[in-house]
């Protein structure tokens, strides 16, 4: 009979080693289970995954359960560096790799990716054709503009012309509903705010303001593969349009999520004005702060650019006297070389929150495009 608290303990020096001391798929430090079937340690998280896969992979606690000594030996012969160099061979660079604080669909088929469909082993190159195909279509279910309704529409993203399209109608030979440049293209998860596991946000500009598109598809698979398509259009793009730059430098350019979401009270330009509430979204990368009338808008009611100190932008909690019509409780106010922008929190979390990431912006000194936005978001006002 095997001796359990010797195998325990060897287990537990093993998940110490620095490739074993996070999950192997989303990185999450400390994990406590083990696929002992793929030879990983992996978080609880990540094995739940893995318990619905068992023809690839088997989990067991390395803390509650009994482990043989055969398995104890294999998991010593394997671990995560040995695993990441079989099933993460070829990860083509503008694939979205997820870290623990990502959406359950993006970790799912991640797992999914690797080890059933093994689409990253040394010897597999098709999933990665499909990705950056000259063309990637498919059906979507996509939010009315002006209804909660979602609607089945077929899009298409090209690398030949580096456009988005979709179509109303299945037909096709009909004019697109929208072309969208993938220049000008983001997309992020948003699964609570859309209400749907697999909900996806799309974002792109048009004639200087933002716009959203909310899609979900009913399978995992699909909404990620179309996530990894539009990044590997976007890293196309990119490449064409600055051919000297790094591919490392490219890579966090491809999609990004929001630094801050969230519901805030504001005024109008005159502080007599009554507080209106409103869904504001932090995009830092371009210093926008835009706000909506709810989270699932088509289109921004209005954009706030944040410049940097030394520019004379500055942020700090508190309410300036005299301030009314306001529901709650927790202000910030953001000085502006232009005018005072005094917004109001419910929670004091949420109002510390928003002051800490509108202070990350703030400390960024600005770079010439953003001189540009900044100029051309005066010109709207
Ligand atoms: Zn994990």
Redesign the pocket.
């Known amino acids: 009979m095997a001796n359990w608290d010797r195998n325990k303990n060897i287990l537990l020096e093993l998940v110490k080693l620095p490739n074993n001391s996070r999950?192997?798929?989303?990185?999450?430090p400390d994990?406590d289970w083990a696929s002992f079937k793929l030879g990983i340690f992996?978080?609880?998280?990540?094995?739940g995954t893995h318990r619905n896969l068992p023809a690839i992979s088997r989990i067991k606690s390395i803390r509650l359960d009994n482990w043989d000594d055969d398995l104890v030996q294999f998991m010593k012969a394997n671990g995560n560096a040995a695993a990441r160099n079989i099933y993460e061979a070829s990860v083509p660079v503008f694939y979205y790799t997820p870290q623990?604080q990502d959406c359950t669909v993006l970790?799912e088929q991640w797992i999914r990716a690797k080890y059933e469909r093994r689409e990253f082993t040394a010897e597999s190159t098709p999933f990665q054709r499909t990705y950056a195909a000259e063309v990637y279509e498919g059906s979507l279910w996509k939010k009315g503009k002006d209804n909660k309704h979602f609607l089945k529409r077929r899009f298409l993203l090209s690398q030949k012309d580096f456009t988005l399209k979709y179509f109303t109608k299945e037909d096709q030979s009909k004019m697109p509903k929208a072309v969208i440049a993938v220049k000008d293209l983001n997309a992020v998860f948003q699964p609570e705010k859309i209400g749907h596991m697999h909900g996806l946000q799309i974002s792109y500009v048009q004639e200087d303001h933002t716009r959203n598109l909310f899609v979900y598809h009913d399978n995992g698979q699909e909404i990620v593969s179309w996530f990894n398509a539009i990044r590997a259009a976007r890293f196309a793009f990119l490449k064409m349009a600055f051919p000297g730059a790094n591919e490392s430098e490219l890579v966090p350019l491809l999609t990004r999520s929001y630094q801050k979401e969230g519901y805030m009270e504001k005024t109008g330009p005159m502080h007599w004005e009554l507080f209106k509430k409103r869904w504001f979204i932090l995009n830092s990368k371009d210093r926008k702060l835009l706000y909506f009338k709810t989270p699932l808008d088509a289109v921004e009611l209005g954009v706030i650019f944040i410049g940097s100190e030394s520019h004379g932008y500055s942020v700090k909690e508190c309410l300036p006297r005299g301030t009314r019509g306001n529901k709650w409780k927790c202000g910030v106010t953001m000085d502006t070389p232009d005018r005072q922008f005094i917004f109001m929190c419910e929670q004091e979390r949420e109002q510390k929150e928003w002051v800490a990431a509108f202070q990350k912006v703030i400390a960024r000194p600005m770079l010439p495009q953003d001189y540009a936005t900044e100029a051309s978001l005066r010109r709207r006002r």
């Open positions: 999950c192997a798929d989303c990185c999450a994990p992996v978080c609880l998280n990540c094995s623990h970790k």
